[in-house]
């Protein structure tokens, strides 16, 4: 059998752009202006565009695996990008504009950007990174209202610039496609490479029913940033299919996605838990006229109680998880047919789990005695394979998180239930060690949230001189609203062992953030370092 | 970018029978035996007796590449063959039990097939077949009441001979996984072949929401024979989603098949028009309760008046179309949400249109002018270009139904609608020339269906004089209905051309099928080839 007996078609993003521009062409694509005006165009103009802006980077002598970098907000012209870049042969490098300046520099340079498209609201910012981005050979600024300074050029002059003639190059699947950069909560910012194959199968996967179930009946919200993880691939998703997009621009406040939701009738949106605490406290001041069925995807811990409140109010939110190195979607959270109709507070925990892989993904939660038995009891580390999720980062940093046969170490330690479905109960490094026995923050963290004065809090481990390192809790209280530490402790009391209740809380105005919403323990960690304990 | 920045991961059958083993294990896997008792099994224990089948495979000297066939109904053994020769490396080769022998012969020596799976119950018809099979060293028979005669093997005690020791090879995603011949409505059989590759991506795009919208929460039950193309993938789909399955075994009477949709749950059954009548006829004399919102897919052709007739029943009629070269979905037939809403009338008939590629495929219809436009009336044939589509026959015959940039020439006359529905009108074959002009014999075939008196009708040419051909009508009435000539040519006449009209019309007790369901026109050709015209 030396000839291929089955077609061979590539699996490359030229399958989804040619859908985009034929069959599916006339399906919407509304973005949020920084003016707050929405401007409407089709995937059929969006990839007619994206083929121009692919020409016009190869006739800027774009090559072949060139990192070009986005610096935008989520609209139709960085969907263009996403689109346009892949098809010159080039890779689309998102860069994650709520990082400090000389991070974003870093970054650039570390991907070696050779060009970068840049919002015209956010050229401030820009002019923070260039200096210390010396490999940008060019920079475009897109939603231009005036000509931009020389060198720089505008958008739309660069598409109206393109020949038609400009031949693209041939994509095979396992091209490079795009890069993020993780977060970084520790370390150095490490490059991931998706490719073309990568990114395909990604696409296939979430959009399965028992998956995100993305169809040509939704609209589609990616509250969730373009420069974070591809926006968990859902702008790729919804083009497949043919969903219709409605991208919230530079507005995430409650109100303004709101009135997105309602007069687009979104279907699914998606963000961190962060958005949904104040979509939830708006939707409690006003209903709204919201789609029926409303989903939203939400990411990086979903605590039971959000999903509650949720379904109170009529939308039901999914919790799924991932991260930069899994493309993301690594683990999905959906009561399984067998588990339906159990009492709600068996239901409600489940859904709070992370949940279970999606075909082609495999998981595994082991620790030094091996795989961890499926009590949700039994920690381990949460050890990912899939055809989406890295092989190594770009420079080759730190191979130890890869084990030898093949898996990718998450750092998140887990349980299993008996179900099946993943928790992350936290990070290795959040882990809290008293007196030789392990505490779980996060899981003290989603106890805590049930508390209705609770708006967010943080549990991290502070040095005590006979424990090694006690619990200490951050809270912050919702408005107007009051709770005492004693009142917190009695709260959670009967859920834990007593030696796992934080033995300190204090009260703050807010908890310290990275840029995707993650909470910085590391910055906590540093200010209650010398906290004195009674 | 020398070094792989994403895990290879091959696509290849091992991806879905290691989640049918270990997450979805517990999933039901029900079949009917030939003495209407029903057996129930899961997933876990069908994965594992596939892999002690791959493994006594391996040990009885299968070797890479090697043919292995089954001549079976559909039951979980079945799904066994499909999991389990695959992962021994073999090739599944499928044998049409409703052939002739010698042609089951033909094609079994074809194809190399060095050992068959036979049903206890089909060994008269093996006994038939073996004399002209000599290639085949071993059979093993399935499904045993009493030891086989020697050298024949039991199917039990060859899974229990397997050892754990022997190795499995390592597979491609390349590799070849089944194999499957053509009904061959003209000319030989030809052997079409799959592999593992193409197979894992049409079961991903099958069970989009957009396609057949196969979920966990889905019982599935595959009425279309695991003999034809694969059961359309459906047995795959499933077990990659965690479906349960339900099996007919050798009943396929509505009777049999409405019990099992109705105590089984059943919420997508799979079968051509054929089974669907009977189904309907029986449902209109005994209403049963069936799951809520079970959809039927039909593939080969699904008349607007059947839609009708199941939508009035309270079920809901899909309408799919593929061949044997393309695995075989490659149109669906939904309306999409800009379309919803519409007349009844242009709902039912776009949904009687084959429908739109899924994400992967590509379609075009070309006639001699190019490609088609979308009027709905220009024809054109239909080709097609996707990762599960044949890139040839497995002995290279007839490269010509390949186009020069990689289309496979499906030799179907199609129209496509303004919102880009295809609708086949005719095979090229049964095309009907009559003064210069061609008549679509399957576009009267779907009008006359609309008639309550008729059961089945075929519309072939018949050579004429003056025409060259015109079209008969050979009809098959309802039991207990009348209809006279006029009266059906009256039924028909505002929805053609005058010159369209059948000249003809003859009242036959059946139409002569092949062993797939579609109808033999070849043969009533020659029956009515001496017509003689008023």
Redesign the interface.
Known sequence: ?S???????P?TLE??V??AAG?LG?VEVVSRRPDRSLHRTTYGKVAERARRLARALVAAGVKK?DRVGTLMWNHAEHLEAYFGIPLAGAVLHTLNLRLHPDEIAYIASDAGDVLVLVDEVLLPLWEKVAPRASGVRQVIVVGASKPPAAPMLDYEAFLAGADDATPLPTLDE?D?LGSCYTSGTTGRPKG????H??TL?HT??T????SL?????DTLLPVVPMFHVNAWGLPYAAA???AKLVFPGPHLDPTSLLELMEGEQVTIAAGVPTIWLGIRDALEKQPRKLASGVRMVVGGGGAEQLIRDFDRLGLRLIHAWGMTETSPVGLVSRV???LAGKPDDFTYQLRARQG??P??V?VRVRNEAGEVPGDARTSGELQV????????Y?D?ATPERWTDD?F?RTGDVATVCPH?FVALTDRVADLIKSGGEWIASQQLESALMAHPAVQEVAVIGVPHPKWSERPLAVVVLRQGQQASPDELRTFVADKFAKFWLPDAFVFAESIPRTSTGKMKKTDLRAQYKDWAWA
């Open positions: 059998m000839e291929a007996t089955m077609m061979s078609v699996l399958r989804i040619e859908r069959r006339h695996g396992n490079a991931v490479i998706y490719t194959r990568s199968l296939l996967v959009a399965l029913p028992d179930d993305v169809s040509r009946d497949m299919v043919g399984p047919p067998e279970v892989p075909p082609l495999e394979r899939a055809p989406w999720v890295a092989a190594r770009a080759g093949g990718f099946g």
